[in-house]
């Protein structure tokens, strides 16, 4: 009976779907040579070419197509496996590995993740922050079940993985009380010149604070672009400036940060998504997960 290294098909799989060994590496953490020598490897074993050169890039043989499709099966299979198995009756507590995007509120996430720590059976965590791009390349290659953003994956994404609406909100503006008061006007007017923590450039909520703040003639002085939502509310618990963040956790904001909530608005909504490897989502924690989020965050 032949044998195939299972090692191996990951890395051409890799490969293939980032399209250049240089990008599978950063993904792996493997070495260009060695993931080179590796799918050398696997050609040697099958006895086919899977990988050609074109320009700069990869492009797939006919018979690397063919490659291709099974390992995309075979990996899918394995998540699934993995995700039984986490949430199996027997053995040792169900275990959920998700990747939460840093512009994602804590206080967001850990709304969306308390419904698995509240249910019958015990689960463990495995939680880890990063940019969405690098954790969904992490899904690809079943580093993660879950990974929750909010902004969905668009078509132009090298990894195969799906997008689940979660809800979508208002934001409302919060500050520190002797901030707060010393504003001038009514809401939002009292936001012009108001000293302003906003998200990093090209994230989905400052885009859409600044579209709102243009549209009301509204011109906020800033004082920091930070990408954390963590860090914004330590710089706004400091008195340092106004910040936005999601209508639902407005009372674990005011609580955790002491804060008050200055005004609100539903023109500017925050959006949140998971993305998993699967179509439809399998994991019953997973889809608890979801159910929560729909109608008991973002009602």
């Known amino acids: 009976m032949e044998w195939l290294n299972y090692h191996h098909l990951l890395y051409f799989y890799t490969v293939a779907r980032e399209g250049s060994v240089k990008r599978a590496?950063?993904?792996?953490?493997?070495?260009?040579?060695?993931?080179?020598?590796?799918?050398?490897?696997?050609?040697?074993?099958?006895?086919?070419?899977?990988?050609?050169?074109?320009?700069?890039?990869?492009?797939?043989?006919?018979?690397?197509?063919?490659?291709?499709?099974?390992?995309?099966?075979?990996?899918?299979?394995?998540?699934?496996?993995?995700?039984?198995?986490?949430?199996?009756?027997?053995?040792?507590?169900?275990?959920?590995?998700?990747?939460?995007?840093?512009?994602?509120?804590?206080?967001?996430?850990?709304?969306?993740?308390?419904?698995?720590?509240?249910?019958?059976?015990?689960?463990?965590?495995?939680?880890?922050?990063?940019?969405?791009?690098?954790?969904?390349?992490?899904?690809?290659?079943?580093?993660?079940?879950?990974?929750?953003?909010?902004?969905?994956?668009?078509?132009?994404?090298?990894?195969?993985?799906?997008?689940?609406?979660?809800?979508?909100?208002?934001?409302?503006?919060?500050?520190?009380?002797?901030?707060?008061?010393?504003?001038?006007?009514?809401?939002?007017?009292?936001?012009?010149?108001?000293?302003?923590?906003?998200?990093a450039l090209g994230t989905r909520l400052r885009r859409s604070l600044d579209r709102w703040f243009e549209r009301i003639g509204i011109h906020p002085r800033l004082v920091a672009e930070i990408e954390d939502s963590a860090l914004v509310k330590v710089f706004a618990s400091k008195g340092r400036g106004v910040f936005a963040a999601p209508m639902p956790i407005e009372r674990d904001i005011r609580a955790t940060y002491d804060v008050e909530l200055i005004g609100q608005t539903d023109v500017v909504t925050e959006k949140f998504y998971a993305i998993t490897a699967d179509r439809r989502i399998a994991n019953p924690i997973v889809t608890a997960i979801a159910e929560r989020a729909k109608t008991a965050i973002f009602e």
């Open 25 to 199: 590496s950063e993904v792996l953490r493997l070495a260009q040579p060695t993931l080179s020598g590796q799918i050398r490897k696997l050609e040697e074993a099958l006895g086919e070419r899977l990988l050609e050169r074109e320009g700069r890039g990869l492009k797939l043989t006919p018979n690397g197509h063919l490659v291709f499709e099974y390992a995309e099966t075979i990996f899918s299979t394995g998540q699934e496996m993995l995700s039984a198995l986490r949430t199996s009756p027997f053995g040792p507590p169900a275990r959920l590995v998700v990747g939460i995007a840093d512009v994602v509120p804590k206080l967001i996430a850990y709304r969306l993740l308390e419904t698995a720590l509240d249910g019958d059976e015990p689960i463990q965590f495995v939680i880890q922050e990063g940019k969405t791009d690098d954790l969904v390349a992490g899904l690809a290659v079943q580093r993660f079940d879950l990974v929750l953003t909010d902004s969905p994956l668009g078509p132009q994404s090298r990894v195969k993985a799906f997008n689940h609406p979660l809800g979508q909100c208002g934001v409302g503006f919060f500050a520190r009380a002797d901030l707060a008061e010393s504003l001038d006007g009514r809401f939002p007017a009292c936001l012009d010149g108001a000293p302003m923590l906003l998200p």
